[in-house]
């Protein structure tokens, strides 16, 4: 009799895992015929006992004996709120859906309601405008330039440079294996700061010779740039390659430095601030150069042409165009008449002098 319990059990529990339902029991929580033998008084009582109670986050599922039948009771409950949104897409429109509800009551907060645009200031003539956008450009000019010795530090005496000790074969060599070799250091917006001369002596620990590239270079800049890096990296520029490029030795006996980020240095942090701030200046000094231009240009119309805001508008109401075609044409017969009564004057007394 356990037996045949035992093993309607397990068809009840082998039917549970072959149906659709997405919950599954194990195996471990159906006793077996042993403890079925044991126990058989307790599981044919008349009242309703729980064999096994497994919770799950969406229901439950229960199996329990009633009148000596087991059964399976499920329980559904609400699935939680985060089970609506569960692939990325439905996330993004469901956030995209709260922001657009915030903006919009934002939107109608009275608090937030100001004056649409800005009032634009009317001027009298071109050079008050002109002359305007000058101030307002140099004052922004001495700001930026006041920002930007903050960023100035006390430049130290790096390691000794020595160029005459290499050979001219010795440099032939190396210019060629510097550009054979395809290490490189890249020098970008920020310019020279710790990190390019940290990066320098991390290739010159297997390698002789490295380049250093400089992007967005201006014209002579990499002069500058191979003075400078020679100065606080203590290597040797060998070669300049066009505008952008320079191969730098690390020279004899090279010792790799207990600090190789020069304590004379920005950080990468702030040489982006200081790179910033010049970019801005530049824009700004440009500025002014086409501004001023541009009053002197005014200056000169009104030298040759009068001030238009003092020049009398009727005399641009001149006569109508037929009017003044007609003027013209009967100038130009008058002084073509003028000249045959002259010539026939000429004639007469030519003839009476004959």
């Not at 307002?136 to 390691?159: C, H, N, W």
């Not at 250093?212 to 400078?228: F, H, L, R, T």
């Not at 009017?323 to 003028?338: A, E, F, G, P, V």
Request: charged content about 35%.
């Amino acid at each position: 009799m356990a037996i045949a319990f035992a093993r309607t059990l397990q068809r009840a529990s082998s039917s549970l895992l072959r149906s659709s339902y997405p919950l599954l029991i194990s195996a471990r929580s159906i006793p077996q015929s042993r403890d079925l033998a044991c126990s058989t008084s307790t599981f044919f009582q008349p009242t309703i006992s729980t064999i096994c109670r497994r919770n799950f986050s969406h229901g439950t599922v229960n199996l329990v004996i009633s009148e000596g039948k087991p059964k399976f009771e499920t329980r559904e409950l609400d699935p939680p709120k985060k089970w609506k949104w569960l692939t990325k897409k439905r996330l993004k429109l469901k956030r995209k859906k709260e922001r657009e509800e915030r903006n919009a009551a934002n939107r109608k907060d009275p608090r937030r309601l100001t004056v649409k645009g800005k009032k634009k200031r009317k001027f009298a003539n071109p050079e008050e405008r002109i002359k305007h956008k000058l101030e307002r450009a140099k004052i922004k000019e001495a700001s930026l330039v006041e920002k930007l010795k903050r960023y100035e530090v006390a430049k130290v005496q790096g390691p000794e440079v020595r160029p005459h000790e290499i050979t001219g074969e010795e440099r032939f060599y190396l210019k060629k294996m510097g550009q054979k070799r395809s290490n490189y250091v890249p020098i970008g917006r920020r310019g020279v700061f710790g990190g390019v001369i940290l990066n320098m002596h991390m290739h010159w620990k297997k390698h002789e010779t490295v380049k250093v590239i400089c992007n967005n270079s201006k014209p002579g800049q990499v002069q500058q740039y191979a003075e400078e890096l020679a100065k606080l990296s203590g290597g040797v520029p060998v070669n300049i390659i066009g505008d952008d490029t320079i191969v730098f030795y690390r020279g004899k006996g090279y010792v790799q430095p207990k600090v190789m980020s020069p304590i004379d240095t920005l950080s990468k942090k702030r040489a982006y601030e200081k790179s910033k701030y010049e970019q801005s200046l530049e824009s700004v000094r440009h500025f002014i150069a086409i501004a001023e231009k541009e009053l002197e240009l005014y200056y000169r119309h009104v030298a040759l042409y009068d001030d238009p805001s003092n020049r009398n508008p009727l005399s641009v109401l001149d006569d109508s165009p037929l009017d003044s075609c007609d003027h013209h044409r009967n100038r130009l017969y008058m002084s073509c008449s003028d000249t045959e009564a002259d010539s026939e004057d000429e004639e007469e007394s030519d003839e009476e002098a004959q």
